[in-house]
């Protein structure tokens, strides 16, 4: 007889405990008006009687659907991605989970939000899965299985499911919030994936300021409080929030030369709770080096031209190239840290075309910046240096210059007005002339320039100042 108590009690034991599990999955609580997920809410966790309450906060912050989500999730693990069949598509959803309070053991993000058993369509009918992503590679970690809180800790935590096209529609999921020990429910609260109809800003702008800097300029949405700005190294990859504004512009900084930077912007209303809207369209920049400004090439000898260029910031270098021609094949004929470059050994008279690009080493990598304008110049004489006129007597002055390399001679000329008709006077290779039978008292206006003779032609350097004297 002891024995059948015993066997009575225990069936009756499990028909109490089959019907407890029965009701404790059964949906109960606002459905009908749904929290909105992309708001910050803070609820207390908790699916059974035994297990202990734990305060959490929960928010969507990214949500991606169509092709988007299928080339996001094949790159989170392709080894196990599903292609969507014709009448299929993935879902993919980014939440922040934060363990605000609680006692001190694990909380898991399937615990809170389950693929296979917490999302639902509008009409509320239970969505399964067809599959359920694996997030690995530059994902892992987040995914649902794998984020793992303890008390203060929070996490992104992603979730994709695949679905029948069907489906329709944003999904509403549900999460435990308590318990019902006199009806042997849980209670939930449930959320809707719909975006809040607060409206984006437009005309999102990204445009590379310098080697480091990115701005952003977009128009104003009405009725929000502000924006909040994300970023990404990858147009399908992770935004991440770098800044919150209530302004309409946003300069990104110390950011890596070279390196494409992608950028989306949503508004938010604070209230009770914050609402966010949608998310503006993907747009992005390269922080680049400015182009090197005023360059300049002129003839610092009869086989020698001077290069210059203004100084780039953030630059570690600059590359000079050179041509025979202003449309020819440009050749690298320097890399120099400073603003100049003399380029030697040329051939007098021939004009030579550059132009320069400065680069930037990040890693083992050079970034450059965009090149110059072509400028160009031909090697002519230097202007002869030191020319002197002095008396020598009173109907004789004497003329000296200092040498000038690679010249064939020189031509002095003279005039009896500083701004008068200069004529021929001497043709030397000597670097001094006497200029006699003078008038006394008259003063006499010179000038002087270099040659090179180039086959048969003669190539000039520039005038001398003018000088004077008087015998």
Same mark, same amino acid.
């Given at each position: 007889?002891?024995?059948?108590?015993?066997?009575?009690?225990?069936?009756?034991?499990?028909?109490?405990?089959?019907?407890?599990?029965?009701?404790?999955?059964?949906?109960? %609580?606002?459905?009908?008006?749904?929290?909105?997920?992309?708001?910050?809410?803070?609820?207390?966790?908790?699916?059974?009687?035994?297990?202990?309450?734990?305060?959490?906060?929960?928010?969507?912050?990214?949500?991606?659907?169509?092709?988007?989500?299928?080339?996001?999730?094949?790159?989170?693990?392709?080894?196990?991605?599903?292609?969507?069949?014709?009448?299929?598509?993935?879902?993919?959803?980014?939440?922040?989970?934060?363990?605000?309070?609680?006692?001190?053991?694990?909380?898991?993000?399937?615990?809170?939000?389950?693929?296979?058993?917490?999302?639902?369509?509008?009409?509320?009918?239970?969505?399964?899965?067809?599959?359920?992503?694996?997030?690995?590679?530059?994902?892992?970690?987040?995914?649902?299985?794998?984020?793992?809180?303890?008390?203060?800790?929070?996490?992104?935590?992603?979730?994709?499911?695949?679905?029948?096209?069907?489906?329709?529609?944003?999904?509403?999921?549900?999460?435990?919030?308590?318990?019902?020990?006199?009806?042997?429910?849980?209670?939930?609260?449930?959320?809707?994936?719909?975006?809040?109809?607060?409206?984006?800003?437009?005309?999102?702008?990204?445009?590379?300021?310098?080697?480091?800097?990115?701005?952003?300029?977009?128009?104003?949405?009405?009725?929000?409080?502000?924006?909040?700005?994300?970023?990404?190294?990858?147009?399908?990859?992770?935004?991440?929030?770098?800044?919150?504004?209530?302004?309409?512009?946003?300069?990104?900084?110390?950011?890596?030369?070279?390196?494409?930077?992608?950028?989306?912007?949503?508004?938010?209303?604070?209230?009770?709770?914050?609402?966010?809207?949608?998310?503006?369209?993907?747009?992005?920049?390269?922080?680049?080096?400015?182009?090197?400004?005023?360059?300049?090439?002129?003839?610092?000898?009869?086989?020698?031209?001077?290069?210059?260029?203004?100084?780039?910031?953030?630059?570690?270098?600059?590359?000079?190239?050179?041509?025979?021609?202003?449309?020819?094949?440009?050749?690298?004929?320097?890399?120099?840290?400073?603003?100049?470059?003399?380029?030697?050994?040329?051939?007098?008279?021939?004009?030579?075309?550059?132009?320069?690009?400065?680069?930037?080493?990040?890693?083992?990598?050079?970034?450059?910046?965009?090149?110059?304008?072509?400028?160009?110049?031909?090697?002519?004489?230097?202007?002869?240096?030191?020319?002197?006129?002095?008396?020598?007597?009173?109907?004789?002055?004497?003329?000296?210059?200092?040498?000038?390399?690679?010249?064939?001679?020189?031509?002095?000329?003279?005039?009896?007005?500083?701004?008068?008709?200069?004529?021929?006077?001497?043709?030397?290779?000597?670097?001094?002339?006497?200029?006699?039978?003078?008038?006394?008292?008259?003063?006499?206006?010179?000038?002087?320039?270099?040659?090179?003779?180039? %086959?048969?032609?003669?190539?000039?350097?520039?005038?001398?100042?003018?000088?004077?004297?008087?015998?």
């Amino acid at each position: 007889m002891k024995n059948y108590r015993i066997l009575f009690l225990f069936v009756l034991f499990f028909l109490i405990i089959s019907t407890k599990i029965d009701t404790v999955f059964a949906a109960a %609580g606002d459905r009908d008006t749904p929290y909105n997920a992309w708001e910050n809410h803070r609820l207390t966790f908790q699916e059974y009687d035994w297990d202990s309450p734990k305060v959490i906060e929960l928010q969507l912050q990214e949500m991606y659907t169509g092709e988007q989500a299928n080339s996001m999730i094949a790159a989170a693990d392709d080894s196990l991605y599903t292609p969507p069949a014709a009448d299929e598509e993935w879902l993919l959803m980014k939440f922040n989970l934060k363990y605000v309070s609680g006692p001190d053991e694990p909380l898991y993000a399937s615990d809170v939000i389950w693929s296979e058993d917490s999302f639902y369509t509008p009409s509320g009918a239970k969505i399964t899965p067809i599959a359920t992503a694996y997030f690995m590679n530059k994902y892992s970690g987040y995914g649902e299985y794998d984020v793992e809180l303890y008390p203060g800790s929070q996490s992104p935590v992603y979730y994709g499911i695949l679905v029948k096209k069907t489906v329709g529609g944003y999904p509403y999921f549900k999460i435990a919030n308590g318990y019902n020990s006199s009806t042997y429910q849980t209670i939930y609260k449930w959320f809707s994936t719909k975006p809040v109809s607060y409206n984006p800003p437009t005309n999102l702008k990204a445009a590379a300021t310098s080697y480091n800097n990115v701005n952003l300029t977009w128009t104003a949405a009405s009725g929000v409080s502000g924006y909040e700005i994300y970023r990404s190294t990858s147009s399908t990859g992770t935004f991440t929030k770098i800044a919150s504004t209530t302004g309409t512009s946003y300069n990104n900084t110390a950011l890596n030369t070279g390196t494409t930077y992608y950028y989306k912007v949503r508004s938010y209303k604070t209230g009770t709770t914050t609402a966010y809207s949608g998310y503006t369209s993907v747009v992005s920049a390269k922080p680049t080096l400015a182009t090197p400004a005023s360059p300049k090439a002129v003839s610092s000898s009869y086989n020698s031209i001077k290069t210059s260029w203004a100084a780039v910031s953030g630059s570690n270098g600059y590359e000079v190239y050179r041509a025979t021609s202003s449309a020819g094949t440009y050749s690298l004929v320097s890399s120099t840290t400073s603003t100049s470059f003399t380029n030697t050994g040329l051939s007098t008279n021939q004009p030579y075309y550059y132009k320069i690009r400065a680069y930037r080493t990040v890693g083992t990598t050079k970034v450059y910046s965009s090149y110059t304008s072509v400028v160009s110049a031909r090697p002519v004489p230097s202007v002869p240096t030191s020319f002197t006129a002095t008396r020598l007597n009173s109907t004789s002055i004497k003329l000296t210059w200092g040498s000038v390399s690679g010249v064939n001679g020189y031509e002095l000329y003279r005039s009896t007005s500083s701004t008068g008709t200069y004529t021929l006077l001497k043709n030397t290779t000597s670097l001094y002339y006497t200029n006699s039978g003078l008038t006394t008292g008259r003063t006499y206006y010179y000038k002087l320039r270099a040659y090179t003779t180039v %086959g048969t032609t003669k190539v000039y350097s520039g005038w001398t100042a003018i000088i004077s004297a008087r015998p």
